[in-house]
Each structure stands twice: as C-alpha cells, then as structure tokens.
C-alpha cells in the first residue's frame, strides 16, 4: 500500500469493512497489559481482537508451526525483536509496512535491577556492575534464567574477557540464584524472597510499587533493552484489519503503552529515562551470536558464566531441537543451534 497518513487510514478502513471476524493475535506480553490497547482499538474502528498469549518462544513455535500445515488463524504477531527476525527469516510475515517492512518497534523493554526496599536500604544499592561483587551482596542477587542475550550485549559494551571475569567473581564471592520468568523474578523481589533482581523489565516494578509492593529499582550502565515489535502475518485472511491494528499499535496505542509504564517507541511520548544511553539487544546478534552467548552464561562453558546456571538446556533451545529433528524450522534461523 502505497497510501500514507489519512488517505492509509480511511483505504485500511473502507477494506476492514468487507473482511469478517475478530483480529486473532499472538503475543508474549502479559494480555493485562495489551488489553488496553486492545479494547481501544475496538471502540475506535468496531473490531474485536481476540488474543492468544504465551512465551516468546511459543509463539514463534504456533506461528510457524500453523503456516507449514496451511493454518490461517494468526493474522498479528507481538513479541520480542529477536523471535520477530526468527520469524521474518522463515517469510511468514508481511513484507511491505509502510516504511517499516516486516516488523516495526512498539516498546523498549529496559533491563532494571529492582530491589525490595524493606531488604536492601539505599545507601547499599550499587551504582556500578563492579560493586556487585562487594560481599554486602553475598545471597541477595538472582537472575532470569534465559537472559544470555541481555549479558552477550552487556559483554559487548563490557569486553568480553573483562565481563566474563567480573560476573564469575561475583558469582564466587557472593552467588546468584537463577528465576525463570521476569515477571516472577519481579514478584519474587516484591516479596522479599529475592532482595535484589538483576534482569527485570522496567515496566513490572513500577506496576508493582503503585500496587503497594515494597519494591524500586534502579538502572546501571550500561543499561540493556530489548526491543518489542509487532507485525502481520503475511497470509492472514484479514489484512486490512491486521494492518489497521499495526498503524494503532504505532500511533494511538503508545500513549495506552506508556500509561502501562512501558517505554514507547514513538519519540512523540515522552519516556521517563528521557537521555540515558541505552545499549538495544540486535535481533540479529540475538540469533546468529546466540550459541556463543548461551555457552558463556551457561555452566559447564569454557571461561563462561559461570556455576549458578542449571546445566540443563535452555526453553529455548530444547523447543529448537525438537524443531530441527522434526524438520519444521529451517536451519537458516537459528545457525548453530541444533546441538545445544
């Protein structure tokens, strides 16, 4: 579609209006926080969306588990950049978005630590990586358990040898227990159960602390985000509503987003970490890179992260190998993968 601003709008509208059915989307952010997004896309244009929420991981694994038997139930995707790129390789997407081509950004998604503030008392809190490995630390930190492309980035920035050699110190001198899951390392922290969580989407302590929760957080440098996008599905049987839900997601939903206590991609809203630097998690280094980076954060790897992690492949390495062995996902997504 070569329309742009109102003329888009109103051709996306008018073939709406001829389609039938729901918007079906896949997404792997909570369905609490979408749904605003959701019902005022509804109460603008008068389509329903109905959504189906999972890991990332599952959802990359239904999308293109659908498309290879001739499924055409999913007509909009909302995950993480890296299953996003994983998915635009396997050419289950739209190609042609208006300028953003597969799949665009809607949210950033910043990596915090987040603290409970009955457990920790601000004047320990760290203002560097490196004052993690001060003893006041010992038994009070943990990590989401799939988190090698946050420390693969963190290394880049780092230098390898010098940021495989501070967290394995840390790590000696003071432990990190391992947490799957975001969100639940977030409730973990409000609890109590972990005083410190060092890998935490920005949003969820916020959410929390207006809840009540006795939880904060901080952000070290250099500061790590990994990039949300959304895209449509490029055989959907509703293109006009998908591609009309997209452009919303773009526009009208980011202020919706940021009143979540997401950070938005549009430089229109304002986001509350204003300047800060911040170093994004490449989709592309995410999956070409990701065998090296899981090996350096997973036990057992030669000089690489270190004890804490269980020796057991990652989620997301034992559903790519069940892929692979079923011939359902072409090695060119994931290079290097098959043996993890």
Do not use: C
């Not at 007509?75 to 953003?100: C, Q, W, Y």
């Not at 799939?146 to 420390?151: I, K, L, Y």
């Not at 994004?280 to 804490?308: E, H, M, T, Y």
């Amino acid at each position: 579609m070569g329309l742009a601003g109102e003329a888009r709008t109103k051709a996306l509208v008018e073939g709406a209006k001829k389609e039938s059915g729901p918007v079906m989307v896949y997404h792997s952010t909570q369905t609490e926080d979408l749904q605003p997004v959701f019902d005022a896309f509804a109460k603008k244009y008068g389509i329903k969306v109905v959504d189906w929420r999972s890991s990332s991981e599952n959802v990359v694994q239904r999308v293109i588990g659908e498309s290879r038997a001739g499924k055409r139930d999913v007509d909009f995707i909302e995950n993480n950049s890296p299953e996003m790129e994983a998915l635009r390789r396997e050419k289950v997407l739209m190609r042609t978005l208006g300028a953003h081509h597969e799949y665009a950004t809607s949210t950033m998604d910043i990596f915090v630590q987040a603290y409970n503030t009955e457990k920790v008392k601000p004047e320990e809190l760290p203002k560097t990586f490196q004052d993690l490995a001060n003893p006041r630390f010992h038994d009070r930190l943990a990590i989401e358990a799939e988190d090698f492309a946050w420390f693969g980035t963190l290394l880049n920035d780092m230098g390898e040898a010098q940021g495989v050699k501070l967290f394995s110190e840390v790590v000696a001198k003071n432990g990190i227990s391992l947490r799957k899951g975001h969100t639940l390392l977030a409730n973990l922290v409000a609890s109590g159960e972990v005083p410190i969580g060092l890998t935490i989407y920005n949003y969820k302590p916020t959410q929390l602390k207006k809840k009540g929760a006795m939880i904060d957080s901080i952000v070290l440098q250099p500061a790590i985000a990994q990039l949300h996008a959304v895209a449509v599905v490029a055989r959907t049987t509703r293109p006009f509503s998908a591609v009309l839900l997209y452009d919303f997601f773009l526009s009208e939903g980011q202020p919706i987003l940021a009143a979540k206590e997401f950070v938005p991609s549009s430089s229109k809203v304002p986001s509350p970490y204003g300047d800060m630097p911040i170093r994004f998690i490449d989709p592309n280094q995410a999956l070409d890179r990701q065998d090296a980076w899981q090996k350096q954060f997973d036990l057992g790897s030669a000089g690489g992260f270190p004890s804490f992690i269980a020796s057991a492949p990652s989620a997301r390495a034992r559903w790519l190998t069940r892929f692979f062995a079923s011939g359902g996902i072409s090695a060119a997504v994931f290079p290097n993968t098959v043996t993890k």
